[in-house]
């Protein structure tokens, strides 16, 4: 199975890498604090981060009081960044694929991960792989583009425009066509995979989760007004969905 690694293309990187350094951005003021709101109490708690990237979640998950965290991501790049500018004695950092988890020889308490599935091709298989390594009272909790966001394709305009520029709607095409898109993201042929909110759920559902919350990202009028160049198509579409999930008895 193809197995995506466009964070160490060099382009892609460090256009990335521009953004996260901004001060606004999406991940910082929307993703990351849904994403800590809807942890457990992490003291004491074995944690595996898939896609860790460039590490802030991990060392966020170390500080909160993790025993141990370990974090996984397919990119070298990434990785590089994150053992230079998130260390932390209990965090461990290992470049491994996510489509390779079942290969970890050890279960945990908590499973995370951020913005990362979009990229999995068989979300299905990836949903058993996680359960497996789960341990007995365990919980996952995750984010991922929205399957609003993810629907474009790139044949048209994500919103639809006043004269004056303003993001009067969002359109939306071709949700119920699944599968992998290619679009223009820092670099031509960007690739992730499109599935419909029913195919995700579904997929939890056959691995054995329980789903305990389901959360869609949402911002502020106040940081919408402040940055209406960044934020100003929020009020129309969720960008992100979240899930915190347990481990069903048995």
């Not at 996260?20 to 457990?40: A, H, K, Q, W, Y």
């Not at 979640?57 to 500080?63: G, T």
């Not at 470049?95 to 913005?115: C, H, N, P, W, Y």
Request: glycine share 8%; proline share 3%.
């Amino acid at each position: 199975m193809a197995k995506q690694n466009i964070y160490d293309n060099e382009a892609f990187f460090e256009s990335f890498k521009s953004i996260r350094d901004s001060e606004v951005n999406f991940n910082d003021l929307i993703e990351t604090p849904i994403l800590l709101g809807m942890l457990p109490d992490l003291r004491g708690k074995t944690v595996l981060d898939i896609g860790c990237g460039m590490g802030q979640h991990a060392k966020q998950y170390a500080d909160m009081g993790a025993a141990s965290v370990l974090g996984i991501d397919i990119s070298e790049k990434m990785l590089e960044y994150a053992r230079a500018h998130s260390r932390a004695d209990n965090i461990t950092y290992r470049q491994m694929a996510m489509e390779d988890i079942r290969g970890l020889d050890q279960k945990f308490d908590l499973v995370t991960s951020s913005l990362v599935f979009d990229y999995i091709k068989d979300f299905d298989e990836l949903m058993k792989d996680v359960y497996g390594i789960m341990g007995d009272g365990a919980e996952f909790v995750f984010s991922m583009s929205h399957p609003m966001s993810t629907a474009y394709d790139g044949q048209y305009p994500r919103y639809t425009l006043s004269e004056s520029g303003q993001r009067l709607y969002a359109n939306i095409n071709n949700y119920f066509v699944e599968g992998q898109r290619k679009i223009t993201w820092f670099v031509d042929n960007y690739e992730l995979y499109h599935r419909t909110f029913s195919s995700i759920v579904n997929s939890m559902i056959k691995a054995g989760f329980v789903i305990e919350e389901c959360r869609e990202s949402q911002i502020s009028d106040e940081l919408r007004e402040r940055y209406p160049d960044v934020f100003g198509g929020t009020i129309h579409r969720p960008d992100f969905i979240f899930f915190k999930c347990g481990k069903a008895p048995g």
